[in-house]
Nanobody, 131 residues
Framework: QLQLAESGGGLVQPGESLRLSCVAS????????IGWVRQAPGKQREEISC????????YYSESVKGRFTISRDSAKNTVYLQIDNLSLEDSGIYFC????????????????????????WGQGTQVTVSS
């Protein structure tokens, strides 16, 4: 069974940066890719970015393009989300998730699929942006 664990969240000021980590353990061979989803207070979950393991192909939602960077270190079984120039609207719980075993498709479709709550999810890491 696959497990995912996020870390790296915290309290930051606008304009600062954070790097979130998502460590995979267990049945890592089944991981088609990893995505990040954000849950802001009072809002629906929002897809952020996804990366496909086979070729590191990536997808970003329009709202984060240019400020967020997803990357993968296969040796450490870790996916990172670098967030630059944080704004108040970036506050929320950031989850990493992986699609169910056997799933395949583009990173964009992966993000859309994860947004429906399918697959394996971590417990989330809180990001709070406040001045």
């Amino acid at each position: 069974q696959l497990q995912l664990a996020e870390s790296g969240g915290g309290l930051v000021q606008p304009g600062e940066s954070l790097r979130l980590s998502c460590v995979a353990s267990g049945r890592i061979s089944d991981v088609f890719g990893i995505g990040w989803v954000r849950q802001a207070p009072g809002k629906q979950r929002e897809e952020i970015s996804c990366i496909r393991s086979a070729d590191d192909n990536t997808y970003y939602s329009e709202s984060v393009k240019g400020r967020f960077t997803i990357s993968r270190d296969s040796a450490k079984n870790t996916v990172y989300l670098q967030i630059d120039n944080l704004s108040l609207e970036d506050s929320g719980i950031y989850f990493c998730a992986a699609p169910p075993p056997g799933w395949f498709g583009t990173p964009e479709r992966m993000c859309a699929n994860l947004l429906q709550g399918r697959g394996t999810w971590g417990q989330g890491t809180q990001v709070t942006v406040s001045s």
